[in-house]
């Protein structure tokens, strides 16, 4: 059974922090990743995806990958309280491209 | 920009009862995708259809799930007799191409409340 692991928090950072999200996969076979983010009561938004090890950037966001230690972050710099969401960790679960997610972990920012 | 569309966005039905629910993917994508996440709980994939027939299902996608797509744009998940445990948001996602490498669009989702 392949599994997403990531701390589901509440996560509480002070505006302009950086706030940092953790998630662990099981299958050292995967290689796909992205992170989603959710607001209450909507669907999930794809905010990155990552495919090699290493960081990626894309504006305020970096993605890092470790496929040695099945290790996804994602890192958002200059939080914003309008990055208050439960962020969602996802891996590729087969060939036909079907995702497995994490939990999310509950981030709030503080004005 | 294009985008995923569903409806309706909140269907309530009655315990035993079929459901109908329509996705509209993203033009020229190719895989489409159900996910369900019942409330406080995670997504999970439902099925992948890739074309017009299923490629890939999960163990919830039983017998009492079917998936269409009757013309070229929209994309269907049916529930044959509904179930008190069916109730949850369930999203439609398309995915440009071949690969696991493309991402997922998702959908606003559809709220099904079972009575």
């Known amino acids: 059974q392949k599994e997403v692991e990531q701390n589901s928090g509440p996560l509480s950072v002070p505006e302009g922090a950086i706030a940092s999200l953790n998630c662990t996969y099981s299958d050292r076979g995967s290689q796909s990743f992205f992170w989603y983010r959710q607001y209450s009561g909507k669907s999930p938004e794809l905010i990155m995806s990552?495919?090699?090890?290493g960081d990626k950037e894309d504006g305020r966001f970096t993605a890092q990958l470790n496929k040695a230690s099945q290790y996804v972050s994602l890192l958002i710099r200059d939080s914003q309280p309008s990055d208050s969401a439960t962020y969602l960790c996802?891996?590729?679960?087969?060939?036909?491209?079907?995702?497995?997610f994490g939990k999310g972990t509950k981030l709030s920012v503080k004005p | 920009e294009p985008e995923v569309t569903q409806t309706p966005s909140h269907q309530v039905t009655q315990m035993g009862q079929e459901v109908i629910l329509r996705c509209v993917p993203i033009?020229?994508?190719?895989?489409f995708y159900w996910y369900r996440q019942i409330l406080g709980q995670k997504v999970e994939f439902l099925v992948s259809?890739?074309?017009?027939?299923?490629?890939?299902k999960s163990e919830i996608f039983d017998d009492q799930f079917s998936v269409e797509r009757p013309d070229g744009s929209n994309f269907t998940l049916k529930i044959r007799s509904t179930k008190l445990e069916d109730s949850a948001m369930y999203f439609c996602?398309?995915?440009?191409?071949?690969?696991?490498?493309?991402?997922?669009?998702f959908g606003p989702g559809t709220r099904l409340t079972v009575l």
């Open positions: 033009s020229n994508h190719l895989y």
């Open positions: 990552i495919y090699s090890n």
């Open positions: 259809f890739y074309n017009n027939e299923i490629s890939e």
């Open positions: 996802a891996v590729n679960g087969g060939s036909q491209g079907n995702l497995i």
């Open positions: 996602a398309s995915r440009a191409g071949r690969g696991s490498y493309n991402e997922q669009f």
